[in-house]
Structure formats: C-alpha cells, structure tokens
C-alpha cells in the first residue's frame, strides 16, 4: 500500500524560546520509503497576528530549496536551515492579539498538492496577558 | 465539540478556534439550506440576467456566500472585480468601477450594497447595463435587484459551525456555551463567534467565567 511522506520540520532547541538577536537553527525532511520527487520546498521564518480583526504578517528570512540538474533534493535526506532573529516583534499572548512566530515550510512536490508545515517558537518573554479574574 | 483544552506558552493562531483566520469569508464553507446549493444560487442569478442580490442580517453569511459563489462564477467566463463598502462609503473608490467595467466580460461583486447614495446605486446599475457587465451586490433587505439567496442564522447551524471549528483545535467551549451565545445574538453569526472567542480566551487562562443558565 502506498503511503504518502511525512513531512518533518524540527526547530534544534526543544523549548522553542529565543531572545532577539538569538540563532534560530533546525532542519526539514521527509520520511518516505521511496523516493519523493520534489520540485522545491521553500522554507520562511515570519510573524503574524492573530486574533479578533484584521490581522498581519511579514517574512524575516526565507530560503528556497529547489531540484536541480547535479543537485538533486532528496528530501530524505535532513536539510539545515538557520537564522538570525530580529529585536522584535517580540512574541505576545494577548486575548484579542497574539503576535506569533513559526518556521513555515511549504513542500511542492512534482505531483499532487503543496505540504505544509509550521513549527511555532517564541521570540523574547513578554508575559501572556492575564484572564479577567 | 471537544472539551478538553489546552494552552501553549507559544502564541499561535491554533490556540483559538475563533479566530479570525479560522471565520473569515471563505475560511468556512457557506452552509446552504437543505435543498440548496451554490449551482443553484448561480442559476437563478443566470436567470436574471446576471444582475442580483444576496439578503440577511447583519453576520448572518452573506460574504461567506459571496466567496462561495466566487468560483463559479469565474467558470462561467465572468471577470470577477469584488469591492467591500464600510460604514459610511456612500459612494465607490474614484476610478474603481471605470477599471473594473473596462474588463472582458466584468461581474461587479458589491458587499454592502444599501451603503452606496440612491444615485450612486442608480448609476452603478446604469453602467452595469451599459457595460453588459453582472452585478451581484449583498444587503440587509430586498433591494432593487432580484434576490437571488436570503442568508439566516439557526442554533443548529451555529453549533455545526462550532463544531467544525472545534474539530481541529480544542476549545473547553460547551453545547450550553452555543446555545447562550445564539440566544444573545440571534441571527448574526459574526457576533457569536466574536464572543466565543472571547469566552475561549477567558476559559483558557484560567478566568472565572459566568456558568450559563439556560
């Protein structure tokens, strides 16, 4: 029976906490027993709000990771990725917005529908509001 | 609807299944009435003439309709040209409708007719005709053009909403929860959603919130 690949995306440090200025570092692959033919994979470390209202988003660092004739991706196989974090937006946890930071990973592979994948992290310490107790 | 709930230290928009990226038009399939369907909404706009109008109330699915109808329209050749009109925009953005009718074949898709003046609304409809263009314009009652859906709000279509939402991320949000939130704000779903999220929030931190009295 044909399975289709898990796609992994894995940030190095497991509690996910960073302060600005810190190293984010990690690597992406997927687990298939046969070869996955994949045109490119693009992998970006962003911000967003989300919440109540209009929401926002901006891109830090993007890279693409793309099939080429000598350099194959084999997605099997772990592909590094890393980054400097910026001094803000820092991280928030507030109940009508959140500002959120994730690795986002988009897989396209030669057929069939794009993959994607997100791996969260936190950005600084500012405390999550409180619950109107 | 599943109950039990958890809160992530990682801010994250899987933390509440009310938030707007997840209840946005388009985010949620319109749920039509039984016997309906977006091929039926589109025959009867077809019908007349490419010109009409979805009606409800306030939050009750209108622009999740129209990005239901979206698709289906851009199949039968329309070029699709949507303009949303806040509180007050009694006229339409200088230079939009001249662009969007300049077009092949130019459907005009209006959410918020009834903000537009008389004579705007008179205007647009003159320059629809003159165009050969269609116009699909959303209000909170009959207008001057053939209603093609009337949009409405029921307790049972809040709670399959509810569920689906919940479906995915986890919510401590109750039946009992839904049925006191659709008692308060009857037929606008928006509204509702607005204060599950809200109730999600408070739960998930902890709050003391109001037990529901039904």
Known sequence: MKQDPQVMLKLDSAAAEYGAGDRLSGHFLAESAAPWPVASAELSLLWYTAGQGEEDFAVHYFQRFVDEPGRPLDLRLPQRFAAALPPSPLSYDGQIVKVCWCVRLRVFPQQGPEVVEEAAFRLGQVPAAPGDA | ?214
């Not at chain 2, 851009?74 to 009109?85: E, F, M, Q, S, T």
């Not at chain 2, 207008?143 to 809040?158: E, F, H, N, P």
């Open chain 2, 1 to 214: 609807m599943m109950t039990s709930c958890f809160r992530t230290t990682t801010p994250s928009r899987y933390t509440n299944p009310f938030a707007t990226c997840w209840t946005r038009p388009g985010a949620i399939p319109f749920q039509f009435a039984a016997d309906d369907s977006a091929a039926h909404c589109l025959a009867r706009l077809a019908a007349s003439n490419w010109r009409g109008a979805i009606v409800g109330p306030h939050g009750s699915g209108k622009s999740t309709l129209l990005e239901a109808l979206r698709p289906g329209l851009v199949d039968a050749g329309w070029n699709v040209a949507v303009i949303a009109l806040r509180d007050g925009q009694r006229r339409l953005p200088a230079g939009w409708l001249r662009s969007s009718l300049a077009a092949d074949r130019p459907l005009i898709v209006l959410d918020g007719y009834e903000q537009l003046s008389r004579a705007s609304r008179l205007a647009l409809r003159w320059r629809c005709h003159r165009a050969a263009a269609g116009l699909l314009v959303t209000a909170h009652s009959p207008v001057d053009l053939q209603t093609i859906y009337c949009s409405g709000s029921s307790l049972q279509l809040s709670c399959a909403i509810v569920s689906r939402l919940t479906a995915r991320i986890a919510s401590p949000i109750s039946a009992a929860d839904v049925a006191a939130s659709h008692a308060r704000c009857g037929s606008n779903l928006r509204e509702l959603l607005f204060e599950l999220y809200a109730r999600h929030e408070a739960m998930a931190r902890g709050a003391v919130v109001e037990s529901v009295r039904l």
